[in-house]
């Protein structure tokens, strides 16, 4: 039989890890959303120009894929493999992670269409969103040699 020193520790440690399992899971179910800074350089006229800062947060993935299916890809984008139109879809994604400065949808809209802004340099704000947004938990792994 078991001594009765060694069942008091056997159930010590298992409502200890009962009680680290809930915290683990509060822990979870508390998880802030992701949030990312990052600057762009934004030239001027007279060849200067100054950097600025964004910053991103990332949306649930319920509204990820309610603004995917909101923007579906046209017949030939379809035909292409796309799932989503690009250039409605990528000023919907950057307004909708946009914190700082808060761009609305027409805000999104105007940078993504303006003759001021390369495909490169709008492509890099919606990569930016769509890399925040689809990214997994940054998990540290140990491993036990």
Do not use: H
């Amino acid at each position: 039989m078991a001594d009765s020193a060694d069942v008091k520790d056997v159930k010590a440690r298992q409502t200890q890890s009962k009680k680290s399992k809930a915290a683990t899971l509060d822990m979870l179910k508390g998880k802030n959303r992701a949030t990312a800074k990052f600057s762009i350089y934004l030239p001027d006229d007279q060849g200067d120009g100054q950097e600025v800062e964004l910053t991103f947060r990332a949306i649930g993935s319920a509204e990820y894929d309610r603004i995917v299916s909101k923007y579906p890809p046209t017949a030939e984008q379809r035909a292409e493999g796309s799932s989503f139109n690009l250039d409605t879809f990528a000023p919907a994604l950057i307004a909708a992670v946009s914190l700082e400065p808060p761009l609305s949808l027409e805000d999104a809209q105007e940078i993504w269409t303006s003759e001021e802004w390369s495909r490169g340099e709008v492509v890099t704000l919606w990569r930016r969103a769509l890399e925040l947004c689809n990214r997994g938990l940054d998990i540290p792994f140990t491993a036990s040699v």
